[in-house]
């Protein structure tokens, strides 16, 4: 099923065999486009080029501005200097030279679905991505490009284009936002491979090839190329650096991370790939069956962003890994803002999408993202039961194995907490009484209960904090009670001496009694009822 090759004889192969398709295929536009394509023009697809310039220009009509301001309003980009280039134009070449020899590892039949989504998108912008994708990719892999159009203003924007060779369209009946969207698109796909694109990328040459070659490997990997620049003004295309990963922060937006100099020390070959916590961006190659298993993207999430956090972490987690393939290289057009509207507000969405995320897979870690955007405390995020169902089913490991082994650069904020999270015996877990005047006892652990929850043991002050309370043991008795902290109170210092927790002024043990009681009693080394257990350790 796979076979290896060298890249530049397919290059060359499949260029001919495009233009023998072209010429093929075009039935439709060529009837359409008749009168246009006797006068003629030069170039490698002058079939394409004809109709080219009357697609672009038609969609120009519906929204010809004289203003350059406003043309940029439309797209966040240059459009006229989108419309400007042609949709084949060539491009630089920005891959290391020895990427261009080496060899690859690709199924022998058309096993590649490319899936667009798109709303409202520069026709040329969306033309040359859709070109790039035919022309730089051999025949023999590509089964299909799928564009989704998420109910763009202009239903021919999408609809004209089904006249390329393997090119579906589908159109939403209403909006969906980019994520339902991509989904739909993974859904009617029936190659054995997805990759994902922006309606305004072009890929390069060889791009599949590299991906393909590491799924080759291990069919639970997600293969990213690396984001090249196309200039927002210029279309100028620019190589960007292939020493990256991606990362976020706590409010869990995302962020470049260089590679560590240990990481860069082991990486004697800038052609290889490299691990990465999160993909930048929503450019990937997987595995359809995986993808599927994996639930694809949260359909919760609504019109833009954090899918691709989202889809980095469950992969993780969930038995895969995520890599960046420098020798695949994809361009995209980064603009500085949104040229579409976001029913529920651009931010309200994004701290939407991150606490769905922040729920489903951080575990006690997600108090930190709360820490970071408390506004997203009072957000409705309808229901997580798939997405808790897809955790378990998987069996996904939990966040703090992520942290240890995948993101050790994720600093947690708090570094005076050594430990958090229930403060457990088994299946029971320490809890303040509701209403009871500052006392605790044992309970079934539940997840939904902020007094069970939120316990932390700073190894800095010795305290057991829950939320601003520390646990206390009053002079002269045995039974533990919430108080106010107390800088300097030897009733509320403790210190762990293994799974036990103990005072240090009278060097007692905590201890669970009969019933759901709580006590102080001499510490016994083989005592269960001794034993404490944080769910969040943290290494100091
Ligand atoms: O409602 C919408 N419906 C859509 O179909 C809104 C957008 N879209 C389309 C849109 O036309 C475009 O093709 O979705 C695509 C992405 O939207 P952009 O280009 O407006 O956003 P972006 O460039 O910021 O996209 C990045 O972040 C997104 C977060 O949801 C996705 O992950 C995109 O895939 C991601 N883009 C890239 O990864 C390209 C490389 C950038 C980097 C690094
Ligand atoms: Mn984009």
New binding site residues.
Partial sequence: MWRKRRLFRITMLSTFALVVIYYSTTQLSTLRYRTRRKAGTTGPFPTLLVHEAVYVQQGRDRTRTTRTADALALHAFNERASDRLRSDRPLPDTRHHRCRTAEYAVPDYQAVSVV????N?ARSALLRTVVSVLNRTPDDLLFEVILVD?FSVNEQDGGLLAALPKVKVIRNER?E???R?RVRGASVAQGDFLV?L???CEVNVGWLEPLLDRVAQNPYLVASPV?DVIDMDSFQYRSSSAQLKGGFDWSLHFKWIPLSSSEKAKRSDPTEPFLSPVM????FLIQREWFQQLGMFDQGLE??????LEVSIKVWLCGGRLEVVPCSRVG?V?RKK?P?SFPEGNANTYLRNTKRIAEVWLDDHKRFFYEARPSATEIDVGSLDNQLKIKEQLNCKPFQWYLENVFPELKLPNEENSAFGQLKQGSLCLQAEEGGGGKVKMAQCTDSVGSQSSWAFSAHTSAIHLNKLCLTVPRSSKVPVLQTCRQHSQQQKWSRHGRALVLLSNGFCLESGLGSEVLMAECRRSALSQQWDFTVELQT
């Fill in positions: 667009i989504t798109f709303h998108e998420d909006r936002g980019l994520i969207s994902f922006d309606s305004h984001i930048a961006g929503g450019l019109i833009w962003g954090a899918e691709n995209h980064f949104h579409y």
